[in-house]
């Protein structure tokens, strides 16, 4: 068993519901939600939250939630963190706006220092702020094919870098997200991600899946293209969306290699992965990865919108006017990821850490103990639980999947897939052993309950 975790300044409280799910409110507003709002969005159950606090979320209709999903591994410090609350407080009555693109403001320059100052690599580095994680990767895309000026991208199998146009072609995890928008950006590659426990070239499970690197010059750079046209290679150092998979250490030590023999840029995508949720600043340095641009949002503003594209200093050599955004580095976000980063370096990084060892020794066994448990992996906070049909032909089971994660929510549990067929387990880096506890025996009682029926 893992030690306790660290006494930390968040509510030990628990789920309570007091309606049946979804309650009178609740069925109002989604009822009001699918007349107005794009049907593009893709919700699994009715969820219709009022407030936060720490790792519990309340309803409309007074129901109390235990957030495990931390919308979308963005609330870092868990939902309105006293101290980041103050931060935007004081910020919003000081300055909301006034457009880095075109004026200096202090906290801007102070969080870029910051955010060089842990970036990986012993380089110095420069930041550019955006908004969101889909356009932290498209600065990233323009900022490879700038600096290199070559034009070819690599990208991996199962991989969501965002949903604009350019990061969308890199994106390969879901069919649905590129159908019907026509031609996307020429010159992007995808290779197959180095799954330990589904090798894609078919080795034995747990492997090492060295091969997803060394493909690019057995066969991309033979018969494909020339590695002197490729600007960069994309990477989730644990791929996010395509289903909460950690590449090996060795497969990204391979990768590096290659990329610094060609001259390729090597593009960390941290964007889920990142702000200390596997127990470090990035999931990278669990394998010493010094990429030379890193992509960075959602738990870095603990749910403000901002996001960051940090490269090489002698990278990030555009002219002005070459790339902007009106609104990205915000100096309200800024303040709250200032705090943000206060409170990781101080505290939720090493209860991630703790908080993610204690999780897995619930969890290890699963595989064994439960049929339709594949696998169970991760670091710190992000971990995965993939639902199979059989687990000899390691068929995905989807639909069993979303049973599991619909009756969490009926307990009081809130959760989301990731992939095909895997539970994301992705909480604010604030929770407690008691909160912890909880998620472990509800998800296993969940599983025990839907496998019976399988």
Known sequence: MAKPLADIAVETKLPMLVTPLPGPNAKTIVAKDAQFVSPSYTRGYPLVAKSGRGAIVEDVDGNQFLDFAAGIAVVSTGHCHPRVVEAIQKQAAELIHISGTDFYYPNLVEL????????????????????????????????????????????????????????????????????????????????????????PYGNPSPCTCVESATFLETEIFKRLVDPSEVAAVFIEPIQGEGGYV?????????????????????????????????????????AGLEPDILCVAKGIASGMPLSATIARASLMDWQPGAHASTFGGNPVCIAAALATMDLLETQYIENARRAGEFLM???????????????????GLMLGVEIVRDKKTKERAGDLREEIVNRAFEKGLLLLGAGENTIRIAPPLVIDQEQAEFAARTLEQCIADVEKSA
Not at 246 to 273: M, N, T, W, Y
């Open 112 to 199: 870029a220092e910051r955010l060089a100052g842990i970036a990986p690599g012993k380089e110095a580095k420069k930041v550019y702020f955006g908004n969101s994680g889909t356009e932290a990767v498209e600065a990233a895309i323009k900022l490879a094919r700038y600096s290199t000026r070559r034009d070819k991208i690599i990208a991996f199998h199962g991989c969501f870098h965002g949903r604009t146009l350019g990061a969308l072609s890199l994106t390969a995890s879901k069919a649905v997200q590129r159908k019907g928008f026509g031609a996307l950006l020429a010159g992007v590659f995808h290779i197959p991600y180095p799954n330990s426990y589904r090798c």
């Open 361 to 379: 020794d619930q969890m290890a066994d699963w595989p064994v103990c439960h049929k339709i448990v594949g696998d169970v992996r991760g670091k």
């Open 246 to 286: 950690p590449a090996p250490k060795e497969f990204l030590i391979e990768l590096q290699r290659i990329c610094r023999k060609h001259g390729i840029l090597l593009v960390a995508d941290e964007v889920q992965s990142g702000m200390g949720r596997t127990g470090k600043w990035w999931a990278g340095d669990h």
